[in-house]
């Protein structure tokens, strides 16, 4: 199963925007420039993860995308299905049915083995990206990840965040 490179971008921003202080946000630009992407290119994920309502996008100049929830209630396969959709990886043709010696419909009464072996691999694939929390992946980057890389990445959150002014009507979640 291949996924498109939307899911890697998506998922690193993601927990970038995890360690953003408060409700603080961070431009799309940064981002893009902080994983050497295109911003538009990028543009379209975070769009989609905001639409998603992983993500929140705040308009104007001192605006950006921050998390839309905490960290810890954002799993992998929350981005995943923002970026790639909800449909199954596989999409049986049943192609059994083609070919030289085609037989009536009724020989096909048991379900394509090829389909329910892939449905159940996608289910099992799917279930471990349902246990795992952006939080998780944050936490074991900080712990596990190199030191440089670490201070590195917190420099360059903490120079292109944007403090946003508190809003009390809005309750913003912790984040981790």
Same mark, same amino acid.
């Given at each position: 199963?291949?996924?498109?490179?939307?899911?890697? @971008? $998506?998922?690193?921003?993601? $927990?970038? #925007?995890?360690?953003?202080?408060?409700? /603080?946000?961070?431009?799309?630009?940064?981002?893009? %420039?902080?994983?050497?992407? /295109?911003? /538009?290119?990028? *543009?379209?994920?975070?769009?989609? #993860?905001? $639409?998603?309502?992983?993500?929140?996008?705040?308009?104007?100049?001192?605006?950006?995308?921050?998390?839309?929830?905490? =960290?810890?209630?954002?799993? *992998?396969?929350?981005?995943?299905? +923002?970026?790639?959709?909800?449909?199954?990886?596989?999409?049986?043709?049943?192609?059994?049915?083609?070919?030289?010696?085609?037989?009536?419909?009724? =020989?096909?009464?048991?379900?394509?083995?090829?389909?329910? =072996?892939? #449905?159940? !691999? %996608? &289910? @099992?694939?799917? +279930?471990?990206?349902? %246990?795992?929390?952006? &939080?998780?992946?944050?936490?074991?980057?900080?712990?596990?990840?190199?030191?440089? !890389?670490? !201070?590195?990445?917190? =420099?360059?959150?903490?120079?292109?965040?944007?403090?946003?002014? /508190?809003?009390?009507?809005?309750?913003?979640?912790?984040? &981790?």
């Amino acid at each position: 199963m291949k996924l498109g490179e939307g899911v890697e @971008a $998506a998922i690193h921003c993601a $927990a970038t #925007l995890a360690s953003v202080a408060g409700n /603080s946000t961070m431009p799309g630009a940064a981002l893009a %420039e902080s994983f050497g992407l /295109s911003p /538009s290119y990028l *543009l379209k994920h975070l769009n989609q #993860l905001t $639409a998603a309502r992983i993500l929140e996008s705040v308009p104007g100049p001192a605006g950006g995308y921050r998390l839309a929830r905490a =960290a810890e209630r954002i799993t *992998l396969l929350d981005i995943v299905l +923002a970026i790639e959709g909800r449909e199954p990886a596989f999409r049986c043709g049943e192609i059994r049915r083609n070919g030289p010696v085609k037989l009536d419909a009724s =020989a096909y009464i048991k379900p394509c083995g090829v389909n329910a =072996a892939m #449905l159940w !691999a %996608e &289910s @099992a694939y799917r +279930a471990v990206l349902a %246990e795992t929390r952006l &939080s998780d992946i944050v936490a074991e980057y900080a712990a596990e990840g190199d030191p440089r !890389a670490f !201070a590195a990445s917190c =420099a360059f959150v903490e120079r292109h965040q944007r403090p946003q002014k /508190s809003n009390p009507t809005k309750q913003t979640p912790a984040r &981790s």
